[in-house]
Each structure stands twice: as structure tokens, then as C-alpha cells.
């Protein structure tokens, strides 16, 4: 795969925020229509010192109902191709652009990324990961500042200040597009091959 390299991150961490400092911010949040419909909020989950963090696009169904992102088939077709990267849930972050389910599953609305972003943003300090998996085109859009289609983002790496960011078809799409599948697997078992041959600084 090849990297491309795009401006618009910092390549020196700034002050660490936790990632318990930054749900405590966002609290019950109200900020946007999404609040009065929700029946959870996701925050996130998943390892606070994660070398790999995962962004989706916002909670489904069941996401919504269990408070946890990437819980239902999608989360199920995302562990497989977890196991094809040699990882493991308890080894990354899942966050979703959008904390609250939007209705219907319809898609995020500007003003509600704009919204709700922030607090991604801080999750990204936070964590301060090496790869950034971009789950679909709204994390893609989002990350990359692009708004260019996954078919011609997915198969690179894109290097943005300190982190590596690998854009991915969202696992979902894969369950009603099932020749699909096989650029997921393509993408993750390259996840894979690059953590592989970048490993982990001491200490780290």
C-alpha cells in the first residue's frame, strides 16, 4: 500500500487530557436534537493506550440500546476482520464521530458533526494512537479533511503529522455488499502487516 502524506495534525502530543476528563465534559449531552432521541450515548470503549483507535460513523440499533459502539453485525463482521489484523478488542479504541444514534440510521448532519466532533477530536489527543482506522466515509471525511469516495481512499495509508490513518469500506456495508468483504479483509490484514513492521517503542 502506498502512504501519502496530507497536512492538517500536529506531530508533537499535546497536554494529555483523559479519556475520563473528556466524558465528564460531555456529560448528558444536549448540544443537538440527537440528545432528545437517543436512548444512550456512546462514548466509546476499549483500551485507553490503544496503538490502533477505530472511528465509525455514529451508534445503530443496538449500539444505542447497549451503549457501546460497533455491538451488533457490523461489530461482529469488525471482529473477524480484527482477528485477520492480529487484534483483539481489549487492544484498541472504537469511538464513532456521532455519540448519539441519529433516527432511523439515517445519515450525520453537518451541524451534528460540527457538534459533536470536539469531543472526538479530544479522544484523539487522549489516546494518541499510531493508526487511525477511518470506518466508512463520514470518519474518513472527517479525519482526511477530504470528501473524495472510499473506493478511491481505501488500499493507502495517509500520513497526517503523528498518526497514520487507514481509511476502510464501514463493516456494515460489507453485510449488504458482500463482494466487499474482500477489500476489508484486503485493508485489514495491511493493518496487520504495517503494525507488524512498525512496532511499539519502548515504553510505550
Given amino acids: 500500500m502506498a502512504v501519502m502524506r496530507i497536512p492538517g495534525h500536529d506531530h508533537q502530543r499535546p497536554r494529555e487530557v483523559?479519556?475520563?476528563e473528556v466524558r465528564a465534559v460531555l456529560g448528558d449531552c444536549h448540544l443537538c436534537p440527537l440528545g432528545e432521541t437517543r436512548t444512550k450515548l456512546v462514548f466509546g470503549v476499549g483500551n485507553p493506550h490503544a496503538r490502533v483507535m477505530f472511528i465509525g460513523e455514529a451508534p445503530?440499533?443496538?449500539?444505542?440500546l447497549q451503549g457501546e459502539p460497533?455491538?451488533?453485525?457490523?461489530?461482529?463482521n469488525l471482529d473477524s476482520l480484527l482477528e485477520l489484523a492480529g487484534?483483539?478488542?481489549?487492544?484498541?479504541?472504537?469511538?464513532?464521530?456521532?455519540?448519539?444514534?441519529?433516527?432511523?440510521?439515517?445519515?450525520?448532519?453537518?451541524?451534528e458533526i460540527q457538534?459533536?466532533?470536539?469531543?472526538?477530536?479530544?479522544?484523539?489527543?487522549?489516546?494518541?494512537?499510531?493508526?487511525?482506522?477511518?470506518l466508512g466515509?463520514?470518519?474518513?471525511?472527517?479525519?482526511?479533511?477530504?470528501?473524495?469516495?472510499?473506493?478511491?481512499?481505501r488500499g493507502n495509508f495517509y500520513q497526517t503529522g503523528h498518526?497514520?490513518?487507514?481509511?476502510?469500506?464501514?463493516?456494515a456495508s460489507a453485510l449488504y455488499h458482500r463482494e466487499w468483504q474482500q477489500y476489508l479483509e484486503q485493508d485489514f490484514r495491511a493493518l496487520g502487516q504495517w503494525l507488524a513492521d512498525h512496532p511499539a517503542q519502548e515504553g510505550m
Avoid at 70 to 76: E, L, S
Avoid at 117 to 134: A, F, M, N, T
Avoid at 137 to 153: D, I, N, Q
Fill in 70 to 76: 460497533f455491538v451488533g453485525a457490523a461489530g461482529h
Fill in 60 to 64: 445503530g440499533k443496538n449500539e444505542d
Fill in 18 to 20: 483523559t479519556l475520563e
Fill in 163 to 171: 498518526f497514520t490513518v487507514l481509511p476502510v469500506l464501514h463493516p
Fill in 137 to 153: 466515509r463520514f470518519a474518513a471525511h472527517f479525519v482526511l479533511h477530504t470528501e473524495a469516495g472510499m473506493m478511491s481512499l
Fill in 87 to 111: 487484534l483483539r478488542r481489549e487492544d484498541i479504541y472504537i469511538a464513532n464521530v456521532l455519540k448519539c444514534r441519529p433516527p432511523n440510521n439515517r445519515d450525520p448532519r453537518p451541524e
Fill in 115 to 134: 457538534l459533536c466532533s470536539p469531543y472526538l477530536r479530544e479522544q484523539i489527543r487522549s489516546i494518541w494512537p499510531d493508526v487511525i482506522v477511518c
